[in-house]
DNA sequence: AGTGAAGGTCTCAGTTATAGACCTTGTGCG
DNA sequence: CGCACAAGGTCTATAACTGAGACCTTCACT
């Protein structure tokens, strides 16, 4: 069965439940990933434990309002742990857990594909705005 | 090179860039993937090609103008193609071109995880709202 | 006493999404 | 004839979410 055919079937059986968002893996699960910094923290963290300050600076434009919110939910998910040391002032350790390790490898494959397409896409988008001034 | 090592070294190439959005393929290339719709709708289009009113049944929570926006961004990055057929009133048919048919194989394999990762997911919100009521 | 770093939280403005009304053209129905 | 409806969208008003930046607490240093 071809990647098509097994993705259209999945999501046959995804609509046969309306596509509710509370048994959806994709709706679930990979709704966060889409917060435009989830991944970009994920792969950050790839390289080792980070603490919250040099995942700020590793990122230079999140602000530590979403950086939080995005770690929170990254610690509920199970994807990550979170580890406060008893310095002063204390400090804040984050490491992925197994299951963030798993994602990995699916992360990687489809990063893999952005960075073969990217010129591809911007092609794509030149061509697409060059159109408009018609008529 | 493990999946940790590549992806963490990749991270460390586009830190130098400053993660700039223009050139950094996660950033100019999957961001488009996050907004919530637009997997949903490649996936849609996995089975074949279909019109606008099949696609926003498909999808029963998303409205006309995301579905439009959406659509126009798939378009516009060279994903899908679209063609209007001059009945009356038009329909206008949406298919994945060969370049959103690539996509299909790593999206396949992240939605894999999705689905193997959704229990664990689960479990660990629950896990994780359980402990605030604390102290 | 004042300053800086740590890891956050809070507020306010600005941006973006959503629901739902509305538009245009043409066909079928009574 | 006159009305409703389908197609594929667009427009508007409201709701939700984001990001910049001020602020908080505890220490060490000068």
């Known amino acids: 069965m071809s990647d098509e055919n097994k993705l259209a079937s999945k999501f046959d059986d995804w609509q046969r439940m309306r596509l509710d968002p509370t048994r959806c893996p994709v709706r679930n699960v990979l709704d966060h990933l889409s917060d435009k910094w989830t991944t970009l923290i ?29 770690l929170r939910n990254l610690e509920r998910d199970g994807l990550i742990t979170r580890h406060v040391f008893p ?39 030149l061509r697409f705005d060059g159109i408009p001034p018609s008529t």
Chains 1, 2 share one sequence.
């Not at 700020?56 to 602000?63: E, V």
């Not at 992925?96 to 990217?118: F, K, N, Q, T």
């Open 87 to 125: 310095t002063s002032p204390p400090s804040v350790e984050y490491r992925l857990a197994d299951l963030g390790r798993s994602l990995l490898g699916p992360l990687g494959v489809l990063i893999e594909w952005a960075e073969a397409s990217h010129q591809s896409v911007l092609d794509a988008r």
């Open 42 to 70: 994920v792969i950050a963290l790839a390289g080792g434990p980070r603490r919250f300050g040099e995942l700020n600076r590793s990122i230079p434009d999140i602000s530590k309002r979403m950086l939080t919110q995005c």
